[in-house]
């Protein structure tokens, strides 16, 4: 399955609960960094928040690009476990790649945003 020139491992089901999951994750985020700042909570925060954040947005971005990091590192499409021309490996684990930079950059960013309101 291929969304335009990118390539797709999950469906729309699949998709849909990344995004849910995500957004859970993006709000208990958002919850405990804004604690964090009113409060003054201590070091163990951030790199609580750093998870969080990491998580959500990674599941929020493979939601959006259709792509499973999971399935693409073990080289497979779908969960029936039918193995993908190199093609398809390479570009889905291209796309994972960038998911993830993207997804640790925004929680950097995140988290030093909270800091920075300590």
Request: proline share 2%.
């Amino acid at each position: 399955m291929s969304t335009g020139s990118e390539f797709a491992n999950i469906g729309k089901k699949e998709a849909e609960r990344l995004r849910t999951i995500g957004r859970i994750a993006l709000a208990c985020g958002i919850a405990l960094g804004l604690a964090t700042v009113y409060y003054q909570f201590d070091l163990w925060t951030r790199p609580t928040l750093f998870l969080l954040y990491w998580f959500g947005t990674a599941l929020l971005l493979q939601a959006k690009r259709h792509t499973s990091i999971l399935l693409a590192a073990r080289r497979l499409r779908r969960i029936d476990g039918r193995e993908e021309p190199e093609l398809h490996v390479i570009a889905l684990r291209e796309q994972a790649g960038m998911i993830q930079r993207r997804s640790f950059l925004l929680a950097v960013v995140s988290v030093t945003f909270v800091v920075a309101c300590l």
